[in-house]
């Protein structure tokens, strides 16, 4: 409490159509209910000290409300009067709930755990203009989990050989090719020349698999840039962008968004974990990943559960979830589980993550010892083989590129053979979030 006033209103009965809901981990010296105190007023509407320009009018419409605060569990619960945000604003919703509160002095781990966001404040977005359901529309596949790769080495190739290696991952098998989150408009890979032979090869690999096939360049740079890198894609007839949604900026994703280029967007997270590593401090994936699906993003990497990358399966599902359910006027975000896939974990995998998702593999297709081709080939044999139910050594005995990717990595179940990963980590809850979003 500073001065006369105080955000405290535990055990209220919060109206969740009328407040945007922010649970918080919170470590301090200070007692849970004075640092709750400092973390409501420097995240709504106060500062250190009481003020003579408060009014109890500004308190009531816009004062932040802690309605829930646990000493034990370090957890704290604020609800903050849809009055204080601007509409469509995403910097200015962080800037509240996520700004000036990482930098008090009272704080020694800070995490946000979860964002609830009121239908009427979804309803100022448009969100994914495809979602799932247009994504598999516009590839013409309406079940089966989509295949994808990043074309390896992240950055090096020149054009030409980027097209080549995408047109070998195509006429694989893949559905999805991608760039990697570092490659832009590099001298020895200039985007607009890889844009034109990619998607000529794209086209080539249509007429010869029958198959729609989908291309997604990285267009990951300042904002006027990363429009006009859109409409190149568009009017060279490309279907989708990706965007590194963090290094971007959400206002970037906006932006793009807001121009209605008719691509679907493709958000990749890298710089994620500076927020999402440990689980006392930063900013939750949860929050991050819807905060993605009301800016537009169609579809969006999560998470593998047995990958190279940190995430185990209790954040994994819960932020699938999010991106699957109903919420709002928002199509549904397609998750993307990609980083250190190989074709002997795509039975586990799809067995953990569902049908709806795009699976990436890059090491996994290019690393296979008879090349780029033979390792698609391999991806989907495991598909396959995942939805037939059939197991993958079984199904490996008479499918030659299969039995060459297990012969390298391995099967899930031969934990020797893994990708070493450490979930130790992540003990996530869902928290108050259920049945909420
Ligand atoms: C995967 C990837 C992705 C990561 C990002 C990489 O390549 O291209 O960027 O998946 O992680 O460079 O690692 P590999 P996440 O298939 O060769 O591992 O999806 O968890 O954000
Ligand atoms: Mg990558």
Not at 8 to 34: A, P
Not at 72 to 87: D, M, N, R, S, T
Not at 353 to 377: C, E, Q, R, Y
Request: hydrophobic share 40%.
């Amino acid at each position: 409490m500073y001065g006369k006033q105080s955000y405290l209103h535990l055990g209220e009965n919060i109206d969740v159509d009328k407040y945007i809901i922010t649970e918080f981990y919170v470590e301090s010296d200070k007692s849970i209910l004075e640092v709750a105190e400092a973390l409501a007023a420097e995240s709504s509407i106060g500062t250190w000290t009481d003020l003579s320009t408060m009014d109890a009018d500004i308190m009531t419409r816009l004062g932040a409300r802690i309605f829930y605060a646990n000493e034990e569990e370090h957890i704290v619960k604020i609800a903050y009067p849809l009055g204080l945000f601007e509409a469509e604003n995403i910097p200015q919703l962080l800037s509240d709930v996520a700004g000036n509160v990482f930098g008090m002095n009272e704080i020694i781990n800070l995490r946000v755990r979860d964002i609830i966001f009121p239908k009427a404040y979804l309803r100022t977005f448009d969100g994914p203009a495809f979602g799932i359901s247009g994504i598999r529309k516009l590839l013409g596949i309406p079940e089966r989990p989509l295949l994808g790769t990043i074309i390896k080495p992240k950055v090096g190739l020149d054009a030409d050989r980027h097209a080549s290696v995408a047109f070998d991952a195509w006429v694989g098998g893949v559905q999805v090719v991608k760039d990697d989150e570092n490659l832009s408009n590099q001298s020895f890979n200039p985007f607009e020349e890889r844009v034109v032979k990619t998607l000529a090869m794209l086209r080539k690999a249509e007429d010869i698999t029958g198959e729609k096939k989908m291309y997604v360049p990285n267009i990951s740079a300042q904002a006027s840039d990363m429009l006009k890198r859109a409409e190149f894609v568009k009017a060279q007839g490309g279907i989708a962008v990706m965007m590194d949604i963090l290094t971007v900026g959400f206002a970037g994703v906006q932006y793009i968004r807001d121009q209605n280029t008719g691509l679907v967007l493709h958000g990749h997270r890298a710089m994620h974990g500076a927020f999402t590593h440990s689980t006392k401090h930063g900013i939750a994936m949860l929050p991050i990943a819807k905060t993605a699906r009301i800016c537009g993003i169609d579809q969006l990497h999560t998470g593998t559960i047995i990958g190279k990358m940190h995430g185990g399966e209790e954040e994994v599902s819960a932020i699938n979830n999010a991106m699957r359910c109903e919420w709002g006027n928002l199509k549904k975000t397609m998750p993307i589980a990609s980083g250190g896939v190989h074709p002997g974990l795509l039975q586990k995998m799809i067995e953990l993550i569902g049908n709806d998702v795009i699976i990436n593999l890059g090491g996994g297709i290019h690393g296979h010892p008879d090349g780029t081709k033979s390792g698609a080939i391999a991806a989907s044999q495991a598909v396959d083989a995942s939805i037939a139910k059939i197991d993958l050594n079984e199904y490996a005995k008479d499918h030659k590129e299969l039995q060459r990717a297990i012969d390298k990595w391995g099967v899930y179940k031969d934990e020797s053979l893994l990708v070493p990963k450490n979930n130790s980590l992540i003990t996530y809850t869902y928290g108050l979030t259920e049945g909420l979003m």
